[in-house]
């Protein structure tokens, strides 16, 4: 604009620019519309409005640009069009366009630079929050379950409706991306074992005996040695690194790992579990684990600790698994074998088990146990049977019926039902109840 048109109109721009200061809202986008169509319309390089409108250079050329929605006829803050111009440059389809683009960014500069400073600002407080939360190489899982019911048995049995509950979480660290450290941290309501009384608790073995107080439970880290995985950690089961086959969910404890719990699930405290792949649905393992040497009497690989030293051999395809192991827990040496068979034409899946035991006073002992699982509805229907633990001449059994129902992918109820035979002629522990679980 030549200097005499800007003297000619800088009275009325005047005017215009201190009504918007007395009473900006009393202009809507309509009459702005129709302003800014006039001939008349002239501009001054200190006075910029809040808004592009068609017909205007910069909303004409960053339609053209961009063809993003926003262009469709209506008015447009200089923030927004600032975006626009924003995912432009970062697309780099203005790279062909530099004059246009080095003019639109002169024209919206400082809106530019505000969204510069929003952006530093959210990265500063996302960087303030990463400060303070896990590494990106460390994820958390954790569960936590809830169990009502009550038990009727002989004289001694408490037959009182009870409710407990078992918290746990799982960090997971990951330092060259082939390992991870795994730290456990739980805490329940359960009482310590001796206090059990034969009852509900001591017949489903419900969670942990923490007595409410939270501690870590695990430690172990886990790293590839060329082609065997290790694991080595506190409160470590030696058969970590085990291949099982057993695909029953029990309620009652006896008839956990499909009885096999000292060997193909041999427990243990510091332990180094191995397992190698060997490849067509082979696999095996082994552990060594030693006491953790807290008491006098005891110690890590020494005379007078209890060692436990054990093998495992197993095999797996889409239908069928079975598994071996053998165990010496230093009272006793054991055989186990489970297996689970899924049949292509019938809809369920059994699982069983036998484990075999010769102790050091020449007591030869055996427990077994199976179980059946089906679809039913939306949920899964299990019954099992097994010896309640391990047995010499005489054998006592349990039964379990469960119907896991799952509420939504984090949140299951299973109502239940087991009964364990009393020994000598003793009444039968009959045990319901309900337990609910949550994955998060």
Not at 105 to 117: F, M, N, R, T, V
Not at 172 to 187: C, Q, Y
Not at 339 to 355: H, L, M, Q, R
Request: aromatic residues 10%; hydrophobic residues 35%; charged residues 25%.
């Amino acid at each position: 604009m030549k200097l005499f048109q800007k003297l000619i109109a800088a009275p009325a721009i005047i005017s215009i620019a201190s009504g918007f200061a007395v009473n900006a809202t009393e202009i809507n986008n309509t009459d702005l519309g129709q302003f800014s169509n006039s001939s008349n319309l002239v501009s001054l390089g200190e006075f910029k409005s809040d808004t592009l409108f068609p017909g205007d250079w910069a909303y004409d050329s960053l339609k053209d640009l961009t063809n993003s929605p926003k262009f469709d006829g209506n008015s447009i803050s200089r923030l927004e069009a600032a975006v626009e111009l924003n995912n432009l440059i970062a697309g780099g389809e203005g790279l062909m366009n530099g004059a246009a683009i080095t003019r639109l960014s002169d024209e919206l500069g400082s809106e530019l630079a505000i969204l510069k400073g929003r952006v530093d600002g959210l990265e500063a407080r996302v960087d303030g929050i990463e400060a303070g939360s896990f590494t990106d190489t460390t994820t958390m899982k954790g569960k936590a379950k809830f169990m009502i019911g009550g038990a009727d048995g002989p004289d001694g049995t408490d037959e009182a409706v009870t409710m407990n509950y078992f918290w746990e979480i799982d960090l997971n660290t990951s330092f060259t991306g082939e390992d991870k450290l795994n730290v456990e941290i739980e805490t329940g309501n359960t009482p310590d074992g001796d206090d059990l009384n034969g009852g509900l608790l001591a017949i489903t073995d419900f969670g942990k005996d923490k007595g409410d107080v939270l501690e870590v439970s695990d430690l172990n880290y886990t790293f590839p040695l060329g082609d065997w995985t290790i694991t080595v950690g506190d409160s470590l089961d030696a058969s970590k690194q085990f291949t099982g086959a057993c695909e029953f969910d029990n309620v009652v404890d006896s008839l956990s790992d499909c009885g096999t719990g000292n060997s193909v699930a041999v427990g243990g405290d510091q332990t180094i579990s191995a397992g190698y792949d060997l490849d067509n649905g082979f696999s095996f393992g082994l552990g060594v684990s030693a006491e953790d040497g807290e008491n006098e009497d005891g110690g890590i690989f020494t005379e007078e600790g209890e060692d436990i030293v054990a093998l495992n051999l197993g095999y797996s395809n889409d239908a069928f698994g079975i598994a071996v192991a053998y165990s010496d827990v230093d009272v006793a040496t054991y055989w186990g074998l489970n297996a689970s068979y899924s049949p292509e034409s019938v809809p369920f899946t059994i699982s069983g088990g036998i484990e075999l035991g010769d102790e050091d006073d020449g007591t030869d002992t055996t427990q077994w146990a199976a179980g059946l699982s089906t679809d039913l509805g939306e949920g899964t229907l299990s019954a099992g049977l097994g010896t309640d633990g391990s047995y010499e001449d005489d054998a006592t059994y349990a039964y379990e019926l469960s119907y896991e129902y799952p509420i939504n992918d984090g949140m299951k109820v299973m109502p239940f039902v087991a009964i364990v035979e009393g020994e000598d002629d003793e009444e039968d522990t009959t045990v319901a109840g309900l337990q609910v679980g949550f994955k998060f």
